[in-house]
């Protein structure tokens, strides 16, 4: 069930602005374990090869085998070095010594981190700040070229002015529409070297990027901000500690002081009325009778408390639980939101499923097809949250709206 949970095409996209770095924990540790034996097989094929094909007289050459560390793999990419046009020098072929070749033996011994990249001697002065993540990092004092991995970290650095400071970007960010033209560079396994290569002065990513990857950049002397957010109201704090980092706290306020007062406002709005409907927010019904849900403690289900309606697995022990049908049929949700409709799960297909015709939500119609857009927008903590807000109230609760019309 959990290489499911984090490697199906749901998560993928729908979730995985989300999650927490513990519960994304599982799925790095299976890339921590492919970075630890890669290496080592690269280098006992060195040594196999050199065994096969060399004569004592060169394997004794001055230049020694590559040597590895249990320590020092923990620390590199996927490949076993920098390639010499990331760092600008030659690299001298391997060769063995004859007691390596005898023994076929690989030494471990410390060695420098593979991505390292020394930064110019007279490096401008940094400055100390504390990131979403309660992180202090060093940032320096003036920022003009930067890499998003995350999605409502692009949005955000666009929205404060400074988009056009990027020179790459993860897989999924796609708004606004300039940011589908940067270079890709991955998603959950960003290719580090490339980053580096790239020379950017501030990596920006959310609180699911692994502690391994952000030790890999800081080692080479990138540093790395968490813009995120656990709940809806801090999107705002997230926006203006970014515009701190990147020189914009002016252009950030206004987005940030903006943002605040139309989630107010819709909270405003919802706050007074007297129904609140039981509803029902379906991740992935891959299996439609053991569908995955929200629980408490995150993002969208603090959403689904600002939009009015009441997250009928608020008590499930799990922030992202995979329930069963008897479970929803107990509960009996009068509103069913499919965050998965984008993945070809539609409302009629929910009616079609064995014994959910007689759920209060089907029953009436109150079934809501998540567009692609809106499960961006209500997804990202950026500056598009207040326009998924919007949409949830409106499905929600549209008798609200209706009379702010009217009035």
């Known amino acids: 069930m959990l290489g499911r949970f984090y490697m199906g095409p749901v998560w993928t996209v729908v979730l995985w602005p989300t999650l927490s770095r513990e519960e994304y924990s599982i799925f790095s540790m299976s890339q921590f374990i492919r970075r630890m034996t890669q290496p080592l097989f690269m280098a006992a094929w ?11 007289a060169t394997a004794s050459s001055s230049a020694q085998v ?9 620390a590199r990419v996927p490949t076993a070095e920098v390639s010499p046009v990331a760092t600008g020098m030659s690299k001298p072929a ?5 007691a390596a070749t005898s023994t076929l033996a690989v030494a471990l011994t ?4 593979a991505i390292s990249m020394p930064k110019p001697a007279a490096a401008e002065p940094g400055r100390l700040l504390v990131d979403s993540a309660g992180r202090e990092v060093k940032v320096p004092a003036t920022v003009a070229r930067l890499v998003s991995l995350s999605p409502s970290a692009t949005e955000i650095l666009y929205a404060i002015g400074v988009g056009e400071w990027l020179v790459g970007v993860d897989d999924f960010s796609n708004f606004p529409a300039a940011a589908k033209d940067l270079e890709r560079l991955g998603s959950f ?24 990857i952000i030790e890999q950049l800081s080692s080479a002397g990138v540093p790395v901000w968490i813009a995120d957010s ?20 002016s252009a950030a306020d206004v987005v940030a002081t903006e943002l605040e007062a139309r989630l107010e406002t819709l909270a405003d709005l919802v706050t007074d009325t007297i129904d609140r409907p039981r509803v029902f927010y379906e991740l992935d019904a891959s299996d439609p009778m053991k569908p995955f849900t929200v629980g408490s403690g995150n993002f969208v289900h603090d959403l689904l408390a600002m939009a009015g309606g009441d997250n009928v697995f608020v008590d499930a022990s799990a922030p992202f639980p995979q329930v069963s049908f008897e479970e929803v049929l107990a509960r009996d949700p ?3 939101i499919l965050a998965d409709a984008p993945f070809g799960i539609t409302a009629t297909a929910v009616k079609e499923r064995t014994g959910w015709d007689v759920l209060s939500a089907v029953r009436n119609g109150r079934i809501l097809e998540v567009t692609p857009e809106l499960g961006d927008m209500i997804s990202r903590p950026g500056p598009r ?13 549209p008798e609200a709206f209706m009379k702010r019309g009217s009035a």
């Open 46 to 56: 060195v040594v196999m090869m050199s065994a096969c094909g060399q004569d004592s």
């Open 66 to 74: 590559p040597v590895l560390t249990a320590t020092s793999v923990v």
């Open 94 to 98: 391997p060769t063995m010594s004859p």
């Open 110 to 113: 410390p060695v420098p981190t």
């Open 189 to 212: 396994t960003p290719d580090l070297e490339r980053i580096v290569a790239m020379e950017p002065d501030l990596v920006v990513a959310a609180q699911i990027i692994s502690p391994e």
């Open 230 to 249: 656990r709940d809806v109201r801090g999107v705002a704090a997230s926006i203006r500690g970014l515009g701190v980092v990147v020189g914009r706290d």
């Open 334 to 336: 009068q509103v069913i």
């Open 385 to 397: 949250i207040a326009d998924g807000l919007e949409a949830l109230a409106r499905f929600i609760h």
